[in-house]
């Protein structure tokens, strides 16, 4: 019972990222520490002492940025439409929601809403949206842009440092489902596997993953891949096997 309650409390603390090795950690650390570094020292030139020159909501920008730059919520109209889409909706519902409850509720729900309609879904975004409720930014206040100008420029400038770190750390970014190189080829249907079958499947399951249908197509034919060239080592084995024994029976009847 002891050892079946420890190697539950170690799951517990084992990362659910797929595919994950110390190596992309190692570089999602690096990234982070250079994307907000050099952000801070940009916008520390660029606005005056009475404007924030770097906004919460970026950190967790930069954590999808650098961590997960395969995942849809982590490119490039992700991280910018969903910030400052977010924080535009919610200084308008501060202006006109007066409880700051009932106002911040409305910001982060209506901000999830069209952030998904509008293809750029960005969690950091539910931070943006309730950054302009806590702040008290309204468009009739006059200081609407101290968060609004911050969020547009910390995110184009965060993207910008992305793109040009993964063209060293191995990563695709902006993100594309790209065969694996110095790998061999995926068959065009290896196994009757259309893009149809999954989104069938999908559907069946009724949940939404964080991760491309194209990655997902790709992950699946690859698998598919090492699954035939397992159960193909399998059956030569096999067949080994039972000629070393006919050999052998052979011998001894000769």
Sequence with gaps: MFRAL????????????????????????????????????MCVAFFPAATPWIVAPVGASAVLLFA????PLAQPWSIVGGNVLSALFGVIVTGLVPEPALAAALAVGGAILAMSLLRCLHPPGGAAALSAVIGGHTLASG????????????????VAVGVLFHRFSGHS???????????????????????DDIDAALADLGETFDIGREDLALLLARAEL???????????????????RKAAREVVNS
């Design 68 to 71: 997960v730059p395969a995942s």
């Design 173 to 195: 970014y902006p993100h594309r489902a790209a065969p694996v190189e110095g790998k061999p080829a995926v068959a065009v249907a290896p196994a009757g596997l259309l893009m």
């Design 6 to 41: 420890s190697t539950t409390t170690i799951r517990l603390f084992v990362p659910l990222l797929a595919g994950a090795s110390l190596r992309d950690r190692a570089i999602g650390s690096i990234g982070a520490l250079a994307g907000i570094g050099l952000v801070g020292v």
């Design 143 to 158: 200081h609407a842009g101290h968060l609004l100008v911050p969020m547009l420029v910390n995110s184009l400038l965060l």
């Design 226 to 244: 090492h699954a035939a060239s397992r159960i193909g080592r399998a059956q030569i084995e096999a067949v080994k096997k039972v000629r070393g």
